[in-house]
Every structure is written in C-alpha cells, then in structure tokens.
C-alpha cells in the first residue's frame, strides 16, 4: 500500500479505482505548484529588491538571477545532497542569525537615522 499525504492507494487492490489514482495525482500536481509560486516569488523579490537597491530598471538583474539559480540548481545531485549543502552553508555564514537579527537591526537604525520612525501616514 502506497501513502500519499493523506490518500491510500494500492495499484494491486481492484478498489483503487481511476478515481483514486486521479485524486492522488491531482493532490501532487497541486503541491507541486505551490512550490512553484513560492519559488518565483523568491526570484521576483530578489530582482526587485536589488533594482531598487541599485536603483535600475529590474530587467538588468533578471538574467544574471536567473543564471545564479540555474548554475547553483546543478550543484545537488539528489534531493538529500540539497539537504546537506543547505545545512553547510546555513552553518558556515550563519545565515539564520543574519536574516532574524543583524538585516532587521541595520534596517531599524537606518529608519531612526533618516527620521521616518516619526512620520506616521494615515
């Protein structure tokens, strides 16, 4: 018997019917685009973000983008490789202590230096 998130399906039971397997396949096909949009997103927001930091036009940074990811998508050759390399990296750089503590802090003080902390838009 094969588990799929929540839906069982064994293709040798004469009760895993066409519409079993097309619910199956459906809940796969559904979470596969989920990772997708997630994903794109990231892209879209790393481009924008750097466009606006460099102050261009965000066609500029799209290709090289797009480049980066494509050449750092070869690296893994499995899926549990990907894993690893993840967790090296995020050990290595100390990407967590980054992203929660050191980015919001620098972006607080530069909001307090520029004096927008005051100004409330309503």
Not at 44 to 69: C, E, H, M, N, W
Request: glycine share 8%; hydrophobic share 45%; with cysteine.
């Amino acid at each position: 018997m094969k588990y799929y998130g929540g839906l069982e399906c064994d293709k040798d039971d004469p009760a895993c019917t066409f519409h079993d397997n097309f619910r199956i396949f459906i809940h796969k096909i559904d979470r596969d685009i989920e990772v997708v949009k997630h994903q794109l997103g990231y892209i879209l927001a790393a481009v924008l973000g750097l466009s606006q930091l460099f102050k261009t036009d965000y066609r500029r940074f799209a290709f090289p983008v797009g480049v980066i990811i494509f050449i750092t998508s070869l690296l893994p050759s499995s899926w549990q490789s990907h894993l690893e390399i993840g967790r090296i990296v995020a050990e290595q750089f100390r990407v967590n202590e980054i992203f929660i503590g050191v980015i919001p802090a620098i972006l607080f003080l530069v909001m307090l230096i520029k004096g927008q902390g005051k100004q409330i838009k309503g």
